[in-house]
């Protein structure tokens, strides 16, 4: 399939497989900043949710691209993103949004991560991004993105969201995730970083 899409002056489908509207609003935004001749579809409301049950962010990337693949037929595009606090050996990295539990809100999981540094100096983490597209015809294209920070004693900040108001990143001027704008926050972000990355590779790819 590939450079076809040069040749054909066609439209390329892609379904968004997340059903989290802040993730949604963040890769939109990518995407509008590059040109590419892609259309993004929301994750349609029917096809159920795959369960994450990869113990990689990469297994879980694929889980969830290829389940849209499989109900659409259309490439689908995947996010899977983990916290990764050092002081907590990694954790809570897959399993970051259900840290709390199995239904656990945002502020349940930022209210436990700040518990279990309670009392702990080192506050180093990163969040990474793995960001899957994944094609009718078995192929696929992987990105990765890495940001590395400090959680913070105590949340600052009403944009974003997930542990965001917890998260100083590092080259973000003092301010955390949920102190930025959107397009402030995908300049530096995992997020950011890896759609930038598999935008550029999706580009190689159709030859535009
Ligand atoms: P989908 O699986 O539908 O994409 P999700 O929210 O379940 O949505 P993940 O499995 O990737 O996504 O879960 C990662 C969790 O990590 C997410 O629920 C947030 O709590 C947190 N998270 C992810 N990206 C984040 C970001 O950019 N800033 C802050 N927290 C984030």
Redesign the pocket.
Known sequence: MNHIYKYINMILTIVL????RD?VA?ITKVFQQVSLPVELLDRPGHVP?VE?TGSTLEE?ARL?ARALVDATGKAAL??????EVFALEGAPGVR??RYAGEHAS?AD?VAKLLRELDQVDDRRAR?R?VALLAFPDDTELLAEGVVSGMITRIPKGNG?????PV?LPNGGGGLT?AEMSVEQKNSI???GLAFKALADRLSEMLGS
Do not use: Q, V
């Not at 497989?17 to 989290?20: D, P, Q, V």
């Not at 995947?78 to 916290?83: C, Q, S």
């Not at 974003?160 to 965001?164: L, P, Q, R």
């Open positions: 497989a997340t059903a989290n993730k963040e949710e994450e879980n969830k995947a996010d899977d993103t983990g916290l970051s949004s945002y999981n969040f991004t974003g969201f997930g542990y965001d998260f995730f972000s995992h997020r």
